[in-house]
T-cell receptor, first 112, second 112 residues
Framework: DAGVIQSPRHEVTEMGQEVTLRCKPI?????LFWYRQTMMRGLELLIY????????DSGMPEDRFSAKMPNASFSTLKIQPSEPRDSAVYFC??????????FGPGTRLLVL | GESVGLHLPTLSVQEGDNSIINCAYS??????FIWYKQESGKGPQFIID?????DKRQGQRVTVLLNKTVKHLSLQIAATQPGDSAVYFC???????????FGAGTRLAVHP
């Protein structure tokens, strides 16, 4: 099994630009989670999906952030417009039953 | 399990010694706990889990102990190796919910 796949692995962009992060969960996992990790705030849950449906998006910082899961094998996290304070590592994780979560390698985002 | 970010506590051990990493969790209703290991530049990796109806669980070179009375979790690593150097996170989840709440993390440094 390839595990959770995320792309890109690194992203450098300028303030105001749109950023799209992508995730392919482990096949057969019904849950998908998006996290953000920073030195100041640690690991924060942004949103999670069950069977492609968003269940809890209370961790999404503001309207600039949006996430979609059009099918069981793909999800995106979009930031528009991006700001320097969005710089962080963004992780996607998937889970078969919502408990044990398996993380991807992360996308390191730098907004200049 | 509020993350404090910048100043992670660090545990320094000699190669071959046993390591004990502690975690205080926040919710007495939490019924499932996981330890994750995060190496530099990588996503958190599942190590071992335990349910609240148990007080001890053993894996390969690792043991997790749960004390529900004082809401305390510990991870014991036997014969610590240089490859064990990483940040270790405990995470808790409450029944009926799928949101993992992560602790602040402890950095384990293994010296030869």
């Amino acid at each position: 099994d390839a595990g959770v796949i995320q792309s890109p692995r690194h992203e450098v962009t300028e303030m105001g630009q749109e950023v799209t992060l992508r995730c392919k969960p482990i096949s057969g996992h019904d849950y998908l989670f998006w996290y953000r990790q920073t030195m100041m705030r640690g690991l924060e849950l942004l949103i999670y999906f069950n069977n492609n449906v968003p269940i809890d998006d209370s961790g999404m910082p503001e309207d600039r952030f949006s996430a979609k899961m059009p099918n069981a094998s793909f999800s995106t996290l979009k930031i528009q417009p991006s700001e320097p304070r969005d710089s962080a590592v963004y992780f996607c994780a998937s889970s078969p039953q919502g408990e044990t979560q398996y993380f991807g390698p992360g996308t390191r985002l730098l907004v200049l | 399990g509020e993350s404090v970010g910048l100043h992670l506590p660090t545990l320094s051990v000699q190669e071959g010694d046993n390591s004990i990493i502690n975690c205080a969790y926040s919710n007495s209703a939490s019924d499932y706990f996981i330890w994750y290991k995060q190496e530099s530049g990588k996503g958190p990796q599942f190590i071992i889990d335990i349910r609240s109806n148990m007080d001890k669980r053993q894996g390969q070179r690792v043991t997790v102990l749960l004390n529900k009375t004082v809401k305390h979790l510990s991870l014991q690593i036997a014969a610590t190796q240089p490859g064990d150097s990483a940040v270790y996170f405990c995470a808790e989840i409450s029944g009926g919910y799928n949101k993992l709440i992560f602790g602040a993390g402890t950095r384990l440094a293994v010296h030869p």
